[in-house]
């Protein structure tokens, strides 16, 4: 003789079974967000409600340009987090402020080189033309991240831009003034 099963606990059978209707004379409320299951006569009303229509392609084409102009923008929302960080960092060469420096370098050069995989999802006969506007903007922002780099640079001393950066018989630059007596240096 094969043993039976237990029975399976209480719990089980409460969960599976519907939940006991409420009474009529209740006097309270029911909580937040619950919503009470709905009988077989409101059931066979919310069938009859017309479905949910599928978006037309004009609708899809407007809504796919909506997300590619918010992922063209999103390089300048990074702009004035960066700047801070920039601004925080100083001007001497440090190995945070270099790794800054680089990533504002890499971040765009690698955004606008795989600009076509970015747009793949938005693009359809639609949209073609019009997305080229959105890259030209897209390209723009992540340029403007570039020059950001670039200021960095030059606040850091490290771009050429005297005469004595490229010629070896040029002196370096005086100074009218210095803030610091010579002596100290």
């Not at 340009?65 to 601004?87: F, H, T």
């Given at each position: 003789m094969a043993a039976q099963p237990p029975p399976p606990?209480?719990?089980?059978?409460?969960?599976?079974?519907?939940?006991?209707?409420?009474?009529?004379?209740?006097?309270?409320?029911?909580?937040?967000?619950?919503?009470?299951?709905?009988?077989?006569?409101?059931?066979?009303?919310?069938?009859?409600?017309?479905?949910?229509?599928?978006?037309?392609?004009?609708?899809?084409?407007?809504?796919?340009?909506?997300?590619?102009?918010?992922?063209?923008?999103?390089?300048?929302?990074?702009?004035?987090?960066?700047?801070?960080?920039?601004?925080?960092?100083?001007?001497?060469?440090?190995?945070f402020s270099i790794f800054m420096v680089f990533t504002l370098f890499k971040t765009p050069v690698l955004a606008v080189a795989s600009?076509?995989?970015?747009?793949?999802?938005?693009?359809?006969?639609?949209?073609?033309?019009r997305l080229l506007a959105v890259k030209a903007v897209y390209v723009l922002m992540n340029m403007l991240m570039l020059g950001l780099g670039i200021w960095k640079v030059n606040q850091m001393g490290l771009l050429p831009t005297t005469r004595s950066d490229w010629l070896a018989w040029e002196g370096e630059r005086t100074w009218s003034e210095r803030a610091v007596p010579r002596e100290w240096l």
């Open positions: 606990p209480q719990w089980v059978l409460d969960l599976n079974s519907a939940p006991p209707s409420r009474p009529k004379n209740a006097t309270y409320a029911d909580p937040p967000g619950y919503t009470a299951t709905s009988t077989s006569k409101q059931r066979s009303q919310s069938s009859k409600t017309p479905a949910r229509q599928a978006p037309t392609p004009d609708e899809m084409d407007t809504l796919k340009m909506k997300k590619a102009w918010e992922l063209a923008i999103a390089p300048a929302k990074q702009l004035p987090m960066n700047a801070i960080g920039m601004y925080m960092t100083g001007n001497t060469l440090q190995i600009i076509q995989r970015v747009f793949a999802p938005f693009e359809t006969p639609g949209t073609s033309s």
